[in-house]
Protein backbone atom coordinates (compact mmCIF):
# COMPACT_ATOMS: atom_id res chain seq x y z
CA UNK A 1 0.00 0.00 0.00
CA UNK A 2 1.22 3.36 -0.96
CA UNK A 3 1.65 5.46 2.27
CA UNK A 4 3.53 8.51 1.07
CA UNK A 5 3.06 11.01 -0.97
CA UNK A 6 6.41 10.72 -2.50
CA UNK A 7 5.53 6.87 -3.23
CA UNK A 8 2.78 8.32 -5.07
CA UNK A 9 4.21 10.92 -7.32
CA UNK A 10 6.20 7.69 -8.20
CA UNK A 11 3.99 5.61 -9.21
CA UNK A 12 1.85 8.36 -11.48
CA UNK A 13 5.33 9.07 -13.22
CA UNK A 14 5.71 5.39 -13.96
CA UNK A 15 2.13 5.32 -15.35
CA UNK A 16 2.39 7.91 -17.18
CA UNK A 17 6.01 7.23 -18.69
CA UNK A 18 4.88 3.83 -19.47
CA UNK A 19 1.49 4.42 -21.39
CA UNK A 20 3.67 7.63 -22.89
CA UNK A 21 6.44 5.29 -24.16
CA UNK A 22 3.77 2.97 -25.80
CA UNK A 23 2.11 5.65 -27.75
CA UNK A 24 4.01 7.00 -30.95
CA UNK A 25 1.92 10.64 -31.44
CA UNK A 26 2.85 10.70 -27.53
CA UNK A 27 5.97 11.33 -28.82
CA UNK A 28 6.74 14.78 -27.56
CA UNK A 29 6.12 13.96 -23.85
CA UNK A 30 7.89 11.18 -23.79
CA UNK A 31 11.24 12.42 -25.26
CA UNK A 32 10.64 14.93 -21.80
CA UNK A 33 11.58 10.98 -20.11
CA UNK A 34 14.46 10.28 -22.31
CA UNK A 35 16.18 13.43 -21.79
CA UNK A 36 15.83 12.89 -18.42
CA UNK A 37 17.44 9.36 -18.92
CA UNK A 38 19.89 10.70 -20.42
CA UNK A 39 20.59 13.69 -17.85
CA UNK A 40 20.39 10.72 -14.71
CA UNK A 41 22.97 8.07 -16.39
CA UNK A 42 25.42 11.14 -17.69
CA UNK A 43 29.04 9.38 -17.32
CA UNK A 44 27.58 5.99 -17.12
CA UNK A 45 26.47 5.52 -20.65
CA UNK A 46 26.81 7.47 -23.86
CA UNK A 47 23.47 9.81 -23.74
CA UNK A 48 22.90 9.02 -27.21
CA UNK A 49 22.34 5.60 -26.36
CA UNK A 50 18.91 6.58 -24.75
CA UNK A 51 17.02 6.96 -28.13
CA UNK A 52 16.85 5.56 -31.43
CA UNK A 53 18.79 8.32 -33.76
CA UNK A 54 19.86 8.53 -37.07
CA UNK A 55 22.92 6.85 -36.98
CA UNK A 56 21.53 4.02 -34.48
CA UNK A 57 23.27 0.60 -35.74
CA UNK A 58 20.87 -2.09 -33.06
CA UNK A 59 18.13 -1.79 -30.46
CA UNK A 60 18.30 -3.66 -27.33
CA UNK A 61 15.16 -3.31 -25.21
CA UNK A 62 12.18 -5.26 -23.81
CA UNK A 63 10.55 -4.84 -20.73
CA UNK A 64 12.19 -4.12 -17.16
CA UNK A 65 13.39 -7.29 -15.72
CA UNK A 66 13.71 -9.67 -18.80
CA UNK A 67 17.63 -9.53 -19.16
CA UNK A 68 18.12 -6.09 -21.07
CA UNK A 69 21.49 -5.27 -19.10
CA UNK A 70 22.81 -8.82 -19.20
CA UNK A 71 22.03 -8.88 -23.27
CA UNK A 72 23.63 -5.65 -23.61
CA UNK A 73 26.65 -5.41 -21.56
CA UNK A 74 27.82 -8.95 -22.99
CA UNK A 75 26.51 -7.86 -27.04
CA UNK A 76 29.08 -4.62 -26.11
CA UNK A 77 31.36 -6.49 -23.86
CA UNK A 78 32.60 -8.28 -27.71
CA UNK A 79 32.52 -5.83 -29.85
CA UNK A 80 35.88 -4.64 -31.77
CA UNK A 81 34.94 -1.38 -32.77
CA UNK A 82 32.45 0.91 -31.24
CA UNK A 83 28.23 0.36 -31.93
CA UNK A 84 25.57 2.94 -31.72
CA UNK A 85 23.42 1.19 -29.78
CA UNK A 86 20.03 2.24 -28.26
CA UNK A 87 19.16 0.30 -24.95
CA UNK A 88 17.01 0.70 -21.72
CA UNK A 89 14.36 2.39 -23.36
CA UNK A 90 12.06 0.21 -22.52
CA UNK A 91 9.73 2.44 -25.22
CA UNK A 92 7.28 0.57 -27.60
CA UNK A 93 7.30 3.52 -29.72
CA UNK A 94 11.04 3.35 -29.54
CA UNK A 95 11.23 0.55 -30.82
CA UNK A 96 8.57 0.86 -34.15
CA UNK A 97 10.85 4.03 -35.12
CA UNK A 98 13.66 1.60 -35.18
CA UNK A 99 11.82 -1.27 -37.49
CA UNK A 100 9.72 1.98 -39.70
CA UNK A 101 13.67 3.04 -39.92
CA UNK A 102 14.88 -0.73 -40.88
CA UNK A 103 17.24 -0.40 -37.46
CA UNK A 104 18.29 -3.91 -36.14
CA UNK A 105 16.23 -4.85 -33.07
CA UNK A 106 16.10 -7.12 -30.17
CA UNK A 107 13.13 -7.74 -28.04
CA UNK A 108 14.02 -9.27 -24.54
CA UNK A 109 10.91 -11.22 -23.85
CA UNK A 110 10.40 -12.91 -19.82
CA UNK A 111 7.15 -14.19 -18.28
CA UNK A 112 5.05 -11.54 -16.84
CA UNK A 113 5.01 -13.27 -13.45
CA UNK A 114 8.72 -12.99 -13.31
CA UNK A 115 9.15 -9.94 -15.20
CA UNK A 116 7.05 -7.96 -12.59
CA UNK A 117 8.46 -9.27 -9.44
CA UNK A 118 11.96 -8.48 -11.11
CA UNK A 119 10.37 -5.24 -11.93
CA UNK A 120 8.46 -4.02 -8.36
CA UNK A 121 11.43 -5.80 -6.28
CA UNK A 122 13.86 -2.77 -8.00
CA UNK A 123 11.37 -0.56 -7.84
CA UNK A 124 8.65 -0.66 -5.14
CA UNK A 125 6.39 1.94 -5.77
CA UNK A 126 5.05 0.10 -8.27
CA UNK A 127 1.99 -2.04 -7.80
CA UNK A 128 1.80 -5.76 -9.04
CA UNK A 129 -1.36 -4.92 -11.33
CA UNK A 130 0.43 -1.81 -12.74
CA UNK A 131 3.33 -3.63 -13.34
CA UNK A 132 1.34 -6.09 -15.04
CA UNK A 133 -0.84 -3.40 -16.84
CA UNK A 134 2.46 -1.84 -18.31
CA UNK A 135 3.48 -5.81 -19.37
CA UNK A 136 0.43 -5.97 -21.38
CA UNK A 137 0.88 -2.64 -22.84
CA UNK A 138 4.10 -2.95 -24.09
CA UNK A 139 3.46 -6.25 -25.77
CA UNK A 140 0.59 -5.54 -27.02
CA UNK A 141 1.72 -2.33 -28.57
CA UNK A 142 4.78 -4.14 -30.62
CA UNK A 143 2.68 -7.17 -31.52
CA UNK A 144 1.83 -5.61 -35.14
CA UNK A 145 5.94 -4.90 -35.31
CA UNK A 146 6.85 -8.53 -34.58
CA UNK A 147 8.28 -9.46 -38.43
CA UNK A 148 10.65 -6.30 -37.94
CA UNK A 149 12.35 -7.69 -35.17
CA UNK A 150 14.38 -10.85 -33.50
CA UNK A 151 13.04 -11.80 -30.28
CA UNK A 152 14.98 -12.98 -27.11
CA UNK A 153 12.99 -15.24 -24.57
CA UNK A 154 14.74 -15.64 -20.85
CA UNK A 155 16.25 -19.25 -21.53
CA UNK A 156 18.39 -17.75 -24.71
CA UNK A 157 18.77 -14.38 -23.16
CA UNK A 158 20.30 -16.14 -20.29
CA UNK A 159 21.54 -19.00 -21.93
CA UNK A 160 23.07 -19.24 -25.99
CA UNK A 161 22.81 -15.70 -26.25
CA UNK A 162 25.22 -16.41 -28.84
CA UNK A 163 22.47 -17.85 -31.06
CA UNK A 164 20.57 -14.85 -31.22
CA UNK A 165 23.15 -12.51 -31.91
CA UNK A 166 23.75 -14.69 -34.90
CA UNK A 167 20.45 -14.61 -35.75
CA UNK A 168 20.98 -10.56 -35.59
CA UNK A 169 23.34 -10.67 -37.95
CA UNK A 170 21.60 -13.21 -40.34
CA UNK A 171 17.84 -11.86 -40.23
CA UNK A 172 19.42 -7.99 -40.50
CA UNK A 173 22.80 -8.85 -42.81
CA UNK A 174 25.35 -7.64 -39.94
CA UNK A 175 28.75 -8.40 -38.58
CA UNK A 176 28.52 -7.97 -35.50
CA UNK A 177 30.98 -9.71 -33.13
CA UNK A 178 29.33 -12.38 -31.21
CA UNK A 179 29.08 -13.18 -27.13
CA UNK A 180 30.48 -16.45 -26.48
CA UNK A 181 28.17 -17.27 -23.00
CA UNK A 182 31.64 -19.90 -21.55
CA UNK A 183 31.39 -19.67 -18.46
CA UNK A 184 34.63 -17.16 -17.68
CA UNK A 185 32.79 -14.78 -20.27
CA UNK A 186 29.41 -15.27 -18.23
CA UNK A 187 30.42 -14.34 -14.90
CA UNK A 188 32.22 -11.10 -15.96
CA UNK A 189 28.88 -9.75 -17.39
CA UNK A 190 27.25 -11.74 -14.11
CA UNK A 191 29.60 -9.41 -11.76
CA UNK A 192 28.95 -5.70 -14.10
CA UNK A 193 24.42 -6.43 -13.92
CA UNK A 194 24.30 -7.70 -10.30
CA UNK A 195 24.57 -5.87 -7.21
CA UNK A 196 26.56 -6.46 -4.12
CA UNK A 197 25.80 -9.64 -1.86
CA UNK A 198 23.83 -8.07 0.76
CA UNK A 199 21.90 -6.11 -1.75
CA UNK A 200 21.11 -8.80 -4.19
CA UNK A 201 20.45 -11.07 -1.07
CA UNK A 202 17.28 -8.71 0.24
CA UNK A 203 16.41 -8.34 -3.53
CA UNK A 204 16.08 -12.14 -3.72
CA UNK A 205 14.08 -11.87 -0.72
CA UNK A 206 11.46 -9.64 -1.66
CA UNK A 207 11.44 -11.29 -5.04
CA UNK A 208 10.25 -14.58 -2.81
CA UNK A 209 7.62 -12.48 -1.46
CA UNK A 210 6.42 -10.62 -4.66
CA UNK A 211 5.92 -14.14 -6.47
CA UNK A 212 3.52 -15.25 -3.57
CA UNK A 213 1.53 -11.90 -3.88
CA UNK A 214 1.22 -11.90 -7.47
CA UNK A 215 -0.30 -15.51 -7.12
CA UNK A 216 -2.98 -13.59 -5.64
CA UNK A 217 -7.00 -14.47 -7.36
CA UNK A 218 -6.76 -10.49 -7.41
CA UNK A 219 -4.14 -10.91 -10.10
CA UNK A 220 -5.71 -13.35 -12.19
CA UNK A 221 -7.27 -11.77 -15.23
CA UNK A 222 -4.35 -9.82 -15.78
CA UNK A 223 -1.73 -12.91 -15.35
CA UNK A 224 -3.77 -14.90 -17.60
CA UNK A 225 -3.69 -12.02 -20.09
CA UNK A 226 -0.10 -11.15 -19.96
CA UNK A 227 0.25 -15.26 -20.18
CA UNK A 228 -1.24 -15.72 -23.25
CA UNK A 229 0.29 -12.88 -24.80
CA UNK A 230 3.96 -14.16 -23.58
CA UNK A 231 2.78 -17.41 -25.13
CA UNK A 232 1.97 -15.86 -28.65
CA UNK A 233 5.47 -13.76 -28.82
CA UNK A 234 7.10 -17.07 -27.70
CA UNK A 235 6.25 -18.50 -31.13
CA UNK A 236 8.30 -15.86 -32.69
CA UNK A 237 11.27 -16.33 -30.58
CA UNK A 238 14.97 -17.25 -31.25
CA UNK A 239 14.73 -21.49 -30.26
CA UNK A 240 18.48 -23.35 -29.64
CA UNK A 241 19.86 -25.12 -31.94
CA UNK A 242 22.40 -27.99 -32.04
CA UNK A 243 25.21 -25.58 -33.27
CA UNK A 244 28.40 -25.92 -30.74
CA UNK A 245 28.88 -22.33 -31.25
CA UNK A 246 27.80 -21.89 -27.50
CA UNK A 247 30.17 -24.49 -25.81
CA UNK A 248 33.56 -23.59 -28.13
Known sequence: MLTTLKERALQAKFEIRTRCAATP?????????????QWKMRGHI?????????????VI???????????????????ERP?????????????????????PVLVTLRD???????????????GLGQGLRAYIRFYETL????GGMVVSPFPMTTGPIDQVFEVINERFECSFEVFRPIDENVARIRSKTTLNSDAEAARRKKKSELRAAIADPAYRALR?????LHVDWEQYGVMPT???????
Not at 26 to 34: E, K, N
Not at 224 to 228: C, K, P, V, W
Open 25 to 37: WLAPIHQATVWWT
Open 46 to 58: DPRECQVLPDTEL
Open 61 to 79: DGFQGSGNSFATVAFKSCQ
Open 83 to 103: VRLAHHLHAPAQIIKAVDQGV
Open 112 to 126: PSNAVVSLVSRWPYV
Open 143 to 146: TPYL
Open 224 to 228: ERAEA
Open 242 to 248: ASLSSSS
